[in-house]
Structures are given as C-alpha cells and as structure tokens.
C-alpha cells in the first residue's frame, strides 16, 4: 500500500493511565439499552423508513424488550415529526418505555424537537454537538470554548423548554466525534454541560461517548471511557452511555470493553445498521452476554422474525455470517464439525446434559428460534458419514451401521460434487432409497417357507426371481437369514458372505416397521442392502436382496 505515509492515529489517550476495566474478565450484568434503528440506522438508509414501516418496527423493539428507544431526529423531516406524534397521540408508548428524540444544539432545532414530544410521558432530549480536533478546525472553525459555548447554550436552552414541558423527560448529552477528542476536552465540555442541568438521583442525565468514527483499537475507548467515568462531575448521578459506530469492524468489543470500564448504557441497532460501517449491533452484545450465562434482559428467541421484518423495513440484508442471526450462522457443511456436532447432540440426550457444550455451536439455535434439522446440518460435498448419517436418523429415522454410513456418505458426496450443489434432506433421503431401500431387481425373492429342523438348522424354500424369470430352491442355515442366503447363492451360482446384519424399528406415526441393514462381501469388497417391511424376517430378506442387487450392479 504506497500511500501508508498519509494516515497516522487520529485519537488521544487519556493523561493518566487507566486500565482497571482490564482485571475485568466479562460483562456480568445487562446495560441499559437504547435501540437506535429509528434514528442512526433510518438515517443511514438509502430510502429511510416509511412512517408505517417506522411503526412496525418500532412494534417489534418494544416486544423484544427495548425500554428506551431513539425513535428519530425530529426537526429533520415531516415522516420525522409525523412519526413522533403519531406515537404519542395515538398512545402507541408503553409507560415503562421511554422515547428519545436527537437534536443538534441550534434553538430552532431543539424547539421543534421539544414541539414533537409535547404530551409524550417519558422522553429524552438527546443534544449533541462535535467536539473532535478535525471538527472543530475544519467543520466549526471555532475555539474549544467556542465550543463549549454551542454545547452550554444548548444544554440552557434545554433547561428552559423543559420548564413548560409536561411529561417526564431527561437529557442527553453527546460530544460527538468523541473518538478524535483529547479525553480532557470531552471531559470538560460534558462537565461544563452536566454543571448546566445539575443531575440528580431522581434526575440522572445521559452522557452519551460516541465512537462516531472507530478509530483506535477498543482497548484504548476502554481507556478514554474510563477516565470520563472517573472525572464527570456528580458521577453517581451521571448514566454513562455508549454509541460505538464500526468502522473498524470492533463496535462490538468497544462495547463490551467499555462495560467493563465502567459504562451503564448501550445504544446500538439491531445487525448493526447505521451510518457508514453501521452502529453496535445490540444482538451480538446481548447474546454474547447471554452465551456466557447473563440474562441481557432482551429477547431475541424469535431471531427469524426480527430478520424478516428487518430486511422488508430497511431494505438491508442481514449477511449470512452475521453472529447469531445470518443464515449459515448454524450450518455445518464440513465433515468434521458435522461429526462432533452429531456427536455432541447425541451426548445431551444420553448424559440429559442441563448445560450447552454442543462443540462448534456457542448457542442452542434454538434459543434464538432456529432449527436442529435444516439449519444447523447442511449437505455438500465437504461433509461426512456423521453428518449424512445425522440427517438420515433425526428426519427419517434410519440408524445406519457404522460402517454403512461410510458408504452411504461417499456416495451422497459424490452426488454433491457432481451436482455441484448443496443437497437437500429430501435429496439425502432419495439417494438412500434408490441406493439401499428394498432393491428387487434383477434380483428377488417373491417367496420363502421355513421349516426348523431337529437338530434347530433351519431349512428355507425360496421362489427366486432373477430378470422375471422364477424357479425354486432349497437349502439349510443356522438362521432364516443364512438358509435363504445358502438358497440364493444356488440359485444364482454366486458366492457371498453375510458379514454384518442389524435392524432397529422405524417408528412412523401410527406404525412401526422393521429396518435391517445387511452387508455383504463378495470378493474383497463390501455391499449393502437396507429391507423395511412390518416383518422383521421378510425385512431382513429384502435386506439382504438389496445387497445382492447392489453386488450383481457392481459385477456386471
Ligand atoms: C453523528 C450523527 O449521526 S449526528 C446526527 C446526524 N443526523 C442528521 O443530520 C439527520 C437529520 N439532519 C437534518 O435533517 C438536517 O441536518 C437538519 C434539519 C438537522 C439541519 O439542517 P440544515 O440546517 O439545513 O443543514 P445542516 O445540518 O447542514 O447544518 C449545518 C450547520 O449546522 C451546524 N451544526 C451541525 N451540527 C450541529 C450541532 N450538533 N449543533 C449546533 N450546530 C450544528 C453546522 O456547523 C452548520 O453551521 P453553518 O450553517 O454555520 O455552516
Ligand atoms: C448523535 C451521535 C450520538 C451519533 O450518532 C454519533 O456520534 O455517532
Ligand atoms: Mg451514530
């Protein structure tokens, strides 16, 4: 990359050393949460949001549990406003969620935005302006007390029209631009703005550290947090807020990071949207949290149906890699995870394990509203006997032998390469069929009669079919299975021997059938057959006929 020289570290360490929050080793409790979809992520669509689509969502934030939620930027446009009122007047807000509205610090704006709340029961006025070196020289052109100026003006303004205002409504305040902000001047304008509304434990004000550019690795916002958590003014009564945009891909870790050193509050989105890379996405935080035994205090069990109405109201892809929501979050193409995955499932339901320890899955699909079967074990020309034979027992019921499921494994991975595509269960199932299931041709045996002898051999007279035409046979065994398998080989002047032999029933509904795998070897190589019939005897004989079918296919 030859233009390396043009870039160097746009942020600023904090004066003093703060590393507390690395002790720290997990986030062991739920933050408050802010869904900023509405607001950052509208703002960031190509077509924002319709008022009916901002309803919808809006809907859905409350249901998943958001108390607080930035529903817009009111001054910003009529669907803006419209959508604010429409909440209030048609009484759409729970009363233990609490809207909030952003507003730049200029009077008209933070009038219109105190207009578009009146009658609202909670709210927060959420002020901001920019506060970076580059925007401060380059956008504002002003001093750092200029500066200041623009945030205490605001914050009075604030003050003022909160006096006539008659709902619940606590403030906000972000110095924007955070990131590229020495941590002394931040300190000193939010303190400068906290002096100005004079928190209170009845009265706690918001302040909100926006990463809005990601700049730094998140162990450096760890630090700059917490040296603002350890110098705001009347701190106990200060809410320590986080808004972590993800240009560096981290908006996630500054999150998490900046729990530890000390913050109490999220804002984020649901995937990640917003501007440019997108804000924190909310459900990796909360489900990160959850996976390590914290409730996050918001549900995601129903994941599928977010996703649905997210892409239909954003017009956004959730990407498929996406964690604990994108499509292949759960699959298992490769052999070797679908292997310790089947073997992981298997281990739950023999040891009635109450923890997760599923190798390879960090969650239990379920618990975000996803499917075992379908979603986690998915067929291509990667996977394995664990896995083909995993899908073959949990959909259709069939157990292979050990060795069988080899068999049948390279023969579906061939299907795969072949087809050059991902094989469906019901495809899975079908190449079992037409590969191993009752194969009657050209081989079959329409009819067999067992007498026990004396001496406890048992004798078999078989009718044998080969290409439609019959004639009979006799011979002995020490079971059904070896007579008639003595009586084939007569007939058909073909050796083989009967290797393995297991059956199991095939609960289905209302009936129950028997299944038996037999293999066979015949030369130096192995052939099997799979027989399903409400006998078990006439089950094993079609087995076994399936076998020789297969051997006869091979020889020919
Ligand atoms: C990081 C963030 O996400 S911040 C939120 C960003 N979101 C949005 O901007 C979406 C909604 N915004 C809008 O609809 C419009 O920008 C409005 C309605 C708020 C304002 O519109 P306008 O006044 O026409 O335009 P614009 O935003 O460009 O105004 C820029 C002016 O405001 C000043 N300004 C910008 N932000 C702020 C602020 N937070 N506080 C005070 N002044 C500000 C600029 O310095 C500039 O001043 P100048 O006119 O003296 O050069
Ligand atoms: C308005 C502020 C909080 C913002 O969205 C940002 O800085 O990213
Ligand atoms: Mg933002």
Redesign the pocket.
């Known amino acids: 990359m030859k233009n390396v020289e043009k870039y160097e570290r746009g942020y600023y360490m904090p004066p003093v050393k703060c590393m507390k929050w690395a002790e720290k080793e997990y986030v062991d409790h739920a933050p408050a949460w802010c869904s900023v979809d509405l607001r ?1 992520g509208n ?1 960031a669509l190509i077509i924002p949001m319709s008022l009916e689509e901002k309803l919808e969502f809006f809907t859905k934030l409350v249901e998943i549990g958001f108390k607080e939620i930035e529903i817009g ?1 009111p ?3 009529e669907t803006e406003y419209e959508f604010c009122r429409t909440l209030i007047e048609k009484n759409m807000i729970p009363d233990d969620v609490t809207i909030q509205v ?1 507003t ?3 009077e008209h ?1 933070i009038k219109k935005t105190f207009e578009a709340i009146d009658g609202a029961k909670n709210a927060v006025v959420h002020l ?3 506060t970076s070196v580059a925007q401060r020289e380059q ?2 052109r002003k001093s750092k007390e200029e500066i200041i100026k ?1 945030a205490t003006d ?1 914050a009075k303004l604030c003050n003022e029209y909160k006096k006539h205002a008659k709902g619940n409504i606590v403030f906000e305040y972000s110095p ?1 631009s955070f990131t590229g902000t020495e941590p002394e001047f931040a300190r000193d304008i939010c303190n400068a703005v906290i002096d100005i509304w004079q928190p209170a434990p009845d009265n706690k004000v918001i302040i909100n550290l ?1 990463v ?1 550019v990601e700049m730094s690795m998140p162990h450096v916002y760890a630090q700059q947090v917490e040296y603002m958590c350890d110098t705001l003014h009347n701190r106990e009564n200060v809410i320590v807020s986080l808004h972590p945009h993800n240009d560096r891909g981290c908006a996630v870790a500054d999150c998490e990071m900046g729990l530890l050193a000390g913050a109490d509050r999220i804002e984020g989105t649901c995937f990640g949207n917003g ?1 440019r890379t997108g804000n924190a996405d909310i459900v990796t935080i909360a489900l990160n949290m959850y996976t390590h035994g914290i409730d996050p205090k918001l549900d995601f069990s129903d994941m599928p149906a977010l996703v649905e109405l997210y892409e239909r109201v954003t017009r956004m892809k959730v990407y498929d890699r996406s964690p604990y929501s994108g499509a292949l979050v759960f699959a298992a193409f490769s052999g070797s995870h679908q292997d310790a995955i089947a073997k992981g499932m298997n281990w739950r339901k023999e040891k009635s394990c109450d923890k997760w320890t599923v190798p390879y899955l960090p969650i239990d699909p379920h618990d975000v509203g996803r499917e075992y079967d379908g979603d986690v074990i998915r067929i291509n020309s990667q996977s394995g006997k664990g896995g083909i034979g995993f899908i073959l027992q949990n959909q259709f019921g069939y157990d292979l032998p050990k060795k069988m499921r080899e068999d049948f494994g390279y023969k579906v991975k061939a299907v795969s390469d072949h087809k050059h595509k991902e094989l469906m269960p019901d495809e899975v199932y079908k190449i079992f069929k037409d590969e191993y299931l009752n194969k009657c041709a050209p081989v079959d045996i329409p009819e067999a009669h067992y007498v026990q002898k004396q001496n406890g051999t048992i004798c078999a007279a078989i009718t044998a079919s080969v290409n439609g035409v019959t004639d009979d046979h006799t011979a002995e065994g020490n079971g059904r299975l070896d007579a008639v398998a003595n009586a084939i080989k007569q007939a058909l002047k073909f050796d083989f021997t009967v290797e393995t032999y297991t059956e199991h029933a095939l609960e289905r509904k209302s009936t129950s059938e028997a299944v038996s795998y037999v293999g066979i070897s015949c030369g130096d190589k192995m052939y099997w057959g799979v027989g399903r019939h409400s006998d078990i005897i006439v089950s094993s004989i079609k087995g076994l006929v399936s076998a020789i079918n297969n051997a006869f296919a091979d020889k020919k």
């Open positions: 950052d703002q930027f001054a910003a446009s952003l730049q610090s200029r704006i901001y302006n920019s956008v504002f623009i605001g924007e926006p809005t501007e």
